[in-house]
Antibody
Framework: QVTLRESGPALVTPTQTLTLTCTFS??????????VNWIRQPPGKALEWLAR???????YYSTSLKTRLTISKDTSRNQVFLTMTNMDPVDTATYYC????????????????WGQGTLVTVSS | DIVMTQSPDSLAVSLGERATINCKAS????????????LAWYQQRPGQPPKLLIY???TRDSGVPDRFSGSWSGTDFTLTINSLQAEDVAVYHC?????????FGQGTKVEIK
């Protein structure tokens, strides 16, 4: 059974750097094809894909946020991290991590497992 | 970036009736080598994370009731819920996984009339 769980601070002040952790089980990021993504959702608004890290350490970022984001992993602890610099109140959102799988025949698949999300509020 | 535009933003449907949600991609999400549309639908019940409902535009995920169906014409995609049930109250999101950055529609809220 695949599970993912996000953790991090519930409140950050403007200009701070946010660091979130995704702890997962039921798969390994050393297995070919496994990928972990970060997605966020401001209250009452749309989902926004942020970043992705693959089993081979390839990394991909949102076009509009790539200068502020860094994604990394610790395969020994089954964790993926997201740092976002220069936080602003507009970054207030629930942050989710989710898995997808890359396969040779389909090259990509949808997000098949999601964490419960963690709400981050940016306020002074 | 590929822009996904959903319509309507919300709709209210009577129990047992049909709900239809549309999603338009700003460019093709069809991968010619395998003839698959890289389009997924997610259901997000209140207070819950999104859950994969349909992928490849029309394939139901495991355990999804057959009252949910997906279809398409070109870059226009449709999610249909036949015989709406109370547990179907949710926000439904479309998403393209054809090209990075992956993008979502703005979501459609389905309520009971």
């Amino acid at each position: 059974q695949v599970t993912l769980r996000e953790s991090g601070p519930a409140l950050v002040t403007p200009t701070q750097t946010l660091t979130l952790t995704c702890t997962f089980s039921g798969f390994s990021l050393t297995t070919t094809g496994m990928c972990v993504n970060w997605i966020r959702q401001p209250p009452g608004k749309a989902l926004e894909w942020l970043a992705r890290i693959d089993w081979d350490d390839d990394k991909y970022y949102s076009t509009s946020l790539k200068t502020r984001l860094t994604i990394s992993k610790d395969t020994s602890r089954n964790q993926v991290f997201l740092t976002m610099t220069n936080m602003d109140p507009v970054d207030t959102a629930t942050y989710y991590c989710a898995r997808h799988i890359v396969e040779p025949t389909t090259y990509s698949n949808p997000l098949d497992s999601w964490g419960q999300g963690t709400l981050v509020t940016v306020s002074s | 970036d590929i822009v996904m535009t959903q319509s309507p933003d919300s709709l209210a449907v009577s129990l047992g009736e049909r709900a239809t949600i549309n999603c338009k991609a700003s460019q093709s999400v069809l991968y010619n080598s395998n003839n698959k549309n890289y389009l997924a639908w997610y259901q997000q019940r209140p207070g819950q994370p999104p859950k994969l409902l349909i992928y490849w535009a029309s394939t139901r995920d495991s355990g999804v009731p057959d009252r949910f169906s997906g279809s398409w014409s070109g870059t226009d995609f449709t999610l249909t819920i036949n015989s709406l049930q109370a547990e179907d109250v949710a926000v439904y999101h479309c998403q393209q996984y054809y090209r990075i950055p992956w993008t979502f529609g703005q979501g459609t809220k389905v309520e009971i009339k």
